[in-house]
T-cell receptor, first 115, second 111 residues
Framework: GAVVSQHPSRVICKSGTSVKIECRSL??????MFWYRQFPKQSLMLMAT?????????EQGVEKDKFLINHASLTLSTLTVTSAHPEDSSFYIC???????????FGPGTRLTVL | EDQVTQSPEALRLQEGESSSLNCSYT??????LFWYRQDPGKGPEFLFT???AGEEKEKERLKATLTKKESFLHITAPKPEDSATYLC????????????FGQGTELSVKP
């Protein structure tokens, strides 16, 4: 149980385009989803927290107009990187938790490369 | 400032050589402490949650313990497939469920 999927697993795009990443909880209802970014050899950096049906809460220094987060249902959250630039290239990971648990279950991650 | 520190940064073991990873924390209002395993290019995999000082959890060759200031992840007779980065994270009260992660310990087990 507690499976979280992400799509796509890898994406390469041109500078200036937008990219959407999906995060789905497959076997539980995710009242809260989190989006992280991870650079090589570094730990996870929380970008934003989203609760189903509410606006996302962004961490300090994260541009909300650049990283659009939607959590429209209890099983799906999306992260859209708008007008991507090479410095946005990174490993993006989502996690999800149900209402009755503290445990976050992570997706497999999405490798974004912006050319 | 809330802080989570893991040590060592990297650990190389021979197969069968038991050891421990450390996660020390300085936080206000600890609700729980989590251990995850992360393989290269993948998302973290949940291992354990600990809530109270003195609590222990076991899974195969891994045992996690918790005190008021730190947590240990003991690895008994490790195998090469235990090689991974082990992440510790703390959950605080009234923070919307956010986890604060340590930098991780990269474990390499050689046959």
């Amino acid at each position: 149980g507690a499976v979280v999927s992400q799509h796509p697993s890898r994406v390469i795009c041109k500078s200036g385009t937008s990219v959407k990443i999906e995060c789905r909880s497959l076997d539980f209802q995710a009242t809260t989803m989190f989006w992280y970014r991870q650079f090589p050899k570094q730990s996870l950096m929380l970008m934003a927290t989203s609760n189903e049906g509410s606006k996302a809460t962004y961490e300090q220094g994260v541009e909300k107009d650049k990283f659009l987060i939607n959590h429209a249902s209890l099983t799906l959250s999306t992260l859209t990187v708008t007008s991507a630039h090479p410095e946005d290239s990174s490993f993006y990971i989502c996690s999800a938790k149900g209402g009755a648990t503290d445990t976050q279950y992570f997706g497999p991650g999405t490798r974004l490369t912006v050319l | 400032e809330d802080q989570v520190t893991q040590s060592p940064e990297a650990l190389r073991l021979q197969e069968g050589e038991s050891s421990s990873l450390n996660c020390s924390y300085t936080v206000s209002g600890l609700r729980g402490l989590f251990w995850y395993r992360q393989d290269p290019g993948k998302g973290p995999e949940f291992l354990f949650t600990l809530y109270s000082a003195g609590e222990e959890k076991e899974k195969e060759r891994l045992k996690a313990t918790l005190t008021k200031k730190e947590s240990f992840l003991h690895i008994t007779a490790p195998k090469p497939e235990d090689s991974a980065t082990y992440l510790c994270a703390v959950l605080l009260y009234n923070q919307g469920g956010k986890l604060i992660f340590g930098q991780g310990t990269e474990l390499s087990v050689k046959p």
